[in-house]
T-cell receptor, first 113, second 114 residues
Framework: AQSVAQPEDQVNVAEGNPLTVKCTYSVSGNPYLFWYVQYPNRGLQFLLK??????LVKGSYGFEAEFNKSQTSFHLKKPSALVSDSALYFC???????????FGGGTRLMVKP | DAGVIQSPRHEVTEMGQEVTLRCKPISGHDYLFWYRQTMMRGLELLIYFNNNVPIDDSGMPEDRFSAKMPNASFSTLKIQPSEPRDSAVYFCASSFDGQGDGYTFGSGTRLTVV
């Protein structure tokens, strides 16, 4: 069975500083990895994905994520955080044979001015 | 496209009452998912449909929950009778082929059972 772990319930960062939201996964075969963002009172929005190719994936709003196969990780990063980045972030995985996403528990990102 | 449309946005009901949540997926999407989100349990998949057929309902908490998809443009999630522990935000999502970036979520229905 596939699984995702987001070890931090909350990440606090000052505006302008780099941010990292961690994600590790377990899946049989090659993983398809995703990040979603949820703003208050909204549904989840797709941010970026890794299917194959370059290990560094660029997504919306200046976010990027680095796929590391040996560490089974897919950490979300941004060089300079904005207050408006404050939201709940979900990592998700599926194997290349299935249709279902498995979501992590979410990490709340708080960016302070 | 207006996206995935859920109604109502908010629902407050008394324990024991029947609650029906509604979802209109994006036209052309052949997968539909119902999720529940709570602080305690995070995001849980309740059930999903492919081409209007329920594929996996193992996440449905108990027999009080039921879901239908009578056609490609409409789905309902019903709770009867409702209980306070059902209070949560319920999301509907649809997808073209089940792959991740095709998941489009609705804005959710916040259900409060008192």
């Amino acid at each position: 069975a596939q699984s995702v772990a987001q070890p931090e319930d909350q990440v606090n960062v000052a505006e302008g500083n780099p941010l990292t939201v961690k994600c590790t996964y377990s899946v049989s075969g090659n993983p398809y990895l995703f990040w979603y963002v949820q703003y208050p009172n909204r549904g989840l929005q797709f941010l970026l994905k890794y299917i194959t190719g370059d290990n560094l994936v660029k997504g919306s709003y200046g976010f990027e994520a680095e796929f590391n196969k040996s560490q089974t990780s897919f950490h979300l990063k941004k060089p300079s955080a904005l207050v408006s980045d404050s939201a709940l972030y979900f990592c998700a995985v599926r194997d290349n044979a299935g249709n279902m996403l498995t979501f992590g528990g979410g990490t709340r990102l708080m960016v302070k001015p | 496209d207006a996206g995935v449309i859920q109604s109502p946005r908010h629902e407050v009901t008394e324990m024991g009452q029947e609650v029906t949540l509604r979802c209109k997926p994006i036209s052309g999407h052949d997968y539909l998912f119902w999720y529940r989100q709570t602080m305690m349990r995070g995001l849980e998949l309740l059930i999903y449909f492919n081409n209007n057929v329920p594929i996996d309902d193992s996440g449905m908490p108990e027999d009080r929950f039921s879901a239908k998809m009578p056609n490609a443009s409409f789905s309902t999630l019903k709770i009867q009778p409702s209980e306070p522990r059902d209070s949560a935000v319920y999301f509907c999502a649809s997808s073209f082929d089940g792959q991740g970036d095709g998941y489009t979520f609705g804005s959710g229905t916040r259900l409060t059972v008192v």
